[in-house]
């Protein structure tokens, strides 16, 4: 058995442990992915892939929408930093809303759901704008000014069921569209658990890295923030410095923020050591927006007993943070709830106190929007429900909620609202929707219906027992479907005791309440005859089609045959031809010699026409001047040509309008006919 040298044997040791580290590292990975959900909107097929930047798995969109129509992009609009999500999208030319309904999540738990717009002049139409909803609640409107512009929106909120329904409505400023969808589970319960809660979610203004203007990455995101925010690079003003740490900073046991080290390896702070200024624009609009702003600090530098580094913090002159103390590596925050009123922006000032040594630091700042919830959905077992029967039977008009907000409630559907309870069905209409099969069990999940419209579908069974277990319900229409059986006793009871009004008429194969009937026979019958009702229609059809090529066949062989039988003879022989010109054709009494024929002709000078049977001829009878016309068959012709005479024509084969036919046939080779002409 070979044996490995020591340093072999060291390499091997070494080869095996960054094989398992490599694992380890994509184990790590993938399960950090758990959280996950990335949609990249109107990818065709059913294949993911994973994000060249990232390593996230971006999957096609179909499994969560079932409405809208895909588009590529053209190249002309997309450059190197172009995100490869940003190449396909899905527009929504059709209904006021169209959802995207995410399964799986965990209700009562954090998220970040982010949308990407990429409009790319895929139908040539700009200005776009439209309202994205999360659930029944106005999310935010978004706006495309340009077809390269590129907007990302962000919400961080907690789930208030057991799925997300994102939905594109349209305003009529244009065809909604979206080019990814994404969704991160934030797994960390401290994380934004002061603001983030079951009424209140923030929709996020900007998310900036102080200092990293000057460096190669541009935009921090995951696998560095393990929620795959994304930390865009400000651009710092003459007045302020770049600083940077080598080392690597810290957060503390329950950090709320969870900023990821790389954003807090950098800094700026004022050139002139005293305050470090900017402000931030408002949205117009009567209503303004509160915003929420987290500042995040870090020191880079151990500070000597004689160095201190404190400063206040002023929003628009009020003093917002006192004294602030950036710790020594280590991820320090401030919350700052504001209110803009009557201001037109924001003014920060982060001003040094009287005791400080150094100047303010700013490593990371964040500014969101507060965003209530006021709609409530759907109470949950109805909303599963609908969604089943959705499915069932291909509803794609249905989109979102069925009774919220009302403005897109279902047209099928009847809600009642209450103030302090989620809105419930009280009525579905679905009739004459061409629903076929049993009467699904779902609906025994409506518990708070009253009036359910099944008529005019074809619909067969008996009726299920459950109808007549659902105590809300006051009217149940069955009538004109297919529908078999007998009216079971609790549902004739509540007919009769007037608590359900019942309608089963246009049921030929439904029993009433207490009849016997028996239709086993009959179905027998109509399985066997089913089946061979098909097979003779396929087969009289195959007939029909064999006799139709049979008689164009037919008529084919008929034509070739015709065209033969009035094929020219061959000429006739120069001794025939000479033998026929002592013999007489006649009319009736009427008999003529073939002298007598080039006289009546004038030596057959004027040609009325010419055809595949012969010539026809202009001519005179001696006797009383009658126009006669004289045929001279393609047979006798050729042999004439051979002696004395010849003819040629270029007109149609039919005679002269107005010319009579009284002929005769010498030899089958001349024709004379007389009439006016």
Known sequence: ??????????????????????????????????????????????????????????????KYIDSGSNHKISKTYMDATTPAQA?????????????????????????????????????????????LHLGVNTWQRVNITEPTVSPRVEILTVAQQDYFSVCLVNIGSGTPFISAL??????????????????????????????????AKKIIRYPDDAYDRKWESFSSPPQWSEINSSQPIQRSPGDAFQVPAAVMATAVTPKDNTSLQFYLPSEAGAIRPVYYIYMHFADFDPLSQTETRRFDVYVNGQLKGSSVKPEYLLSTHLNITSELGTAIRYDFSLNSTSGSTL???????????????????????????MMKLKDMYKMTTWQGDPCSPEKYRWSEVSCTISASEPPRISSLNLSSHRLSGSIPTVLGKLTAIKSLDLSYNEFTGSIPNFLASMLSLSMLNL????????????????????SLDLETDGNPRLCPYGATCNFVEEKKSKKFATPVIVVIVIIGAVLVVLLIVLSVYLAKRRQQSTRRSQAPKSPLKLDELKAMEDKPVGVDSHQFTYEELKNITNNFVRVLGKGGFGTVYYGRLPADGTEVAVKISSRYAAAAEATTWSSTSQTSDSMMDGTKEFLAEACHSILVCDGDF
Do not use: W
Not at 88 to 102: K, Q
Not at 111 to 121: K, S, V
Not at 363 to 381: F, G, I, W
């Open 1 to 62: 058995m070979p044996c490995l040298s020591a340093s072999a044997r060291r390499r091997h040791t070494k080869m095996r442990s960054l094989i398992f580290l490599g694992f380890l590292a994509a184990a790590i990975q993938v399960n950090a992915q758990q959280g996950f959900l990335s949609i990249d909107c109107g990818m065709e097929g059913d294949s993911s892939y994973n994000d060249t930047a990232t390593g996230i798995v971006y999957v096609p969109d179909a």
């Open 479 to 498: 009538s004109h479907n297919q529908l078999s059986g007998s009216i079971s006793a609790a549902l004739h009871d509540r007919k009769q005791n007037g």
């Open 359 to 385: 100047p303010p630091i700013l490593n990371a700042v964040e500014v969101h929007t507060t965003l209530t919830l006021p709609d409530t959905a759907t109470d949950k077992d109805d909303v599963d429900a």
């Open 182 to 215: 994404e969704v991160r589970r934030i797994d960390v319960a401290d994380v934004y658990k002061d603001d983030v809660n079951q009424s209140d979610s923030l929709v996020l203004v900007g998310r900036l890295n102080m200092g990293a203007a000057a460096a």
């Open 87 to 131: 190449e396909t999208l899905r527009s929504f030319p059709d209904g006021d809303r169209n959802c995207y309904t995410i399964d799986g999540i965990n209700q009562g738990e954090k998220y970040l759901i982010r949308a990407l717009f990429f409009h790319g002049n895929y139908d040539g139409v700009t200005p776009v704008a439209f309202d």
